[in-house]
Structure formats: structure tokens, C-alpha cells
T-cell receptor, first 114, second 109 residues
């Protein structure tokens, strides 16, 4: 069983469209994250949730809206997609979000905006 | 100022050599430090974590944490399978892990 699974793995779409990426973890973790990795491999935190509550909301355009229906799921909806949104988006989870905890990553979603 | 900085690389070492990867961070309140390895097209995976000043060894890997806001990763007897991007990560607060831009390592047979 995959611990952190995200879908789809690849997403190719036109500018201006709206798309969603789904993430689920079956580890029983309380904390989930969205990271964006650009073409230079820089992995930047976007959001973190602890038990469905938004904790970290970095300087991300409000076209990006995370939703956590329960602590096992954290979805990312993106409105009005732009070329600069092209990147790999990683979902991750950790047990309670404590500072000594490692992150478990999903396999990533490669988003290409044309 | 970037929160976590790494030497950009790419770093190339011959097989069997020691690879040395460096990382500095700006937040003096940082508590926990991690090294993740990321193969091309894959997700990051944890290889080392360190929480106090000094050295921590795990097989061929040694993480070093110094009071001067500096953390390093040494890979002894480097193998071609070690070729990957190594990401330094720092956790200052709960629910908030910050990554450096990564150093790409190539180990040549």
C-alpha cells in the first residue's frame, strides 16, 4: 500500500483552466503539506495543515486553494492556471508536525501549463 | 536572504571518494536538520537527521552540525548509485520544514 498517494501523476492543461490535485495518506498522520518544486529543484513549502486546520500559508497566489476534508486528505485546487505554475507538486505528511519528524512524500504531480 | 542555502554544484567525485555537501541556515532558532536524497523523477527520501551539535554516522553517511548555523553531509566510498540531488532541510517550528535548493552529486565510475 502506498503511504502517501497523489493523483494525477501528470497533468497537462491550457492556460486559464482550473485543475485539482488530490492527496491521501494512510499513515494516520495529523499533518499534511503541499510543496512546489521548480525546474531548478528548489522545493518550496506552500501550505501545511494539522488535523484539517491550516497552519502554514506561504506567499502563494490566492488562485491556489487547499482543502482538507479530513486529516487523511489534502487536495489542491488551482484556478486560472498560468505558465509559471508549471512545476512538480509534492504532497507530504508527518506524524504530528513536530520539529524532529521526517516527511513522507507522495510521488509528485508534474503540472505542465501550455 | 534565503532561509536554507546549499552550494549549488553540480558536484562530481570519482567512485570511492568522499563527497562533501554543505548547508547553511539563517534561523538561529532552528531545531532539527535533515538531508534528503532525490533521484531524478522521484520524490525526496530521508537519509539523515541530526538534532544536536556534533557528528552523526549511519553507514557511509555522516551528518555534521555546527553551532555556526552550518550542517554538512559526508558520503564515504561514494558509489555511482549515490548520484542524485541532495536536499538540506531545516525545521524551526512545528509543521514548517524548509528546504535548500539542493546540490546535484554525480559519482563517476
Amino acid at each position: 500500500d502506498t503511504a502517501v498517494s497523489q493523483t494525477p501523476k501528470y497533468l497537462v492543461t491550457q492556460m486559464g483552466n482550473d485543475k485539482s490535485i488530490k492527496c491521501e495518506q494512510n499513515l494516520g498522520h495529523d499533518t499534511m503539506y503541499w510543496y512546489k518544486q521548480d525546474s531548478k529543484k528548489f522545493l518550496k513549502i506552500m501550505f501545511s495543515y494539522n488535523n484539517k486546520e491550516l497552519i502554514i500559508n506561504e506567499t502563494v497566489p490566492n488562485r491556489f486553494s487547499p482543502k482538507s476534508p479530513d486529516k487523511a486528505h489534502l487536495n489542491l485546487h488551482i484556478n486560472s492556471l498560468e505558465l509559471g505554475d508549471s512545476a512538480v507538486y509534492f504532497c507530504a505528511s508527518s506524524l504530528e508536525g513536530g520539529p524532529n519528524e521526517k516527511l513522507f512524500f507522495g510521488s509528485g504531480t508534474q503540472l505542465s501549463v501550455l | 536572504q534565503k532561509e536554507v542555502e546549499q552550494n549549488s554544484g553540480p558536484l562530481s567525485v570519482p567512485e570511492g571518494a568522499i563527497a562533501s555537501l554543505n548547508c547553511t541556515y539563517s534561523d538561529r532558532g532552528s531545531q532539527s536538520f535533515f538531508w534528503y536524497r532525490q533521484y531524478s523523477g522521484k520524490s525526496p527520501e530521508l537519509i539523515m537527521s541530526i538534532y544536536s551539535n556534533g557528528d552523526k554516522e549511519d553507514g557511509r553517511f555522516t551528518a555534521q552540525l555546527k553551532a555556526s548555523q552550518y550542517v554538512s553531509l559526508l558520503i564515504r566510498d561514494s558509489q555511482p548509485s549515490d548520484s542524485a540531488t541532495y536536499l538540506c532541510a531545516v525545521n524551526s517550528n512545528n509543521n514548517d520544514m524548509r528546504f535548500g535548493a539542493g546540490t546535484r552529486l554525480t559519482v563517476k565510475p
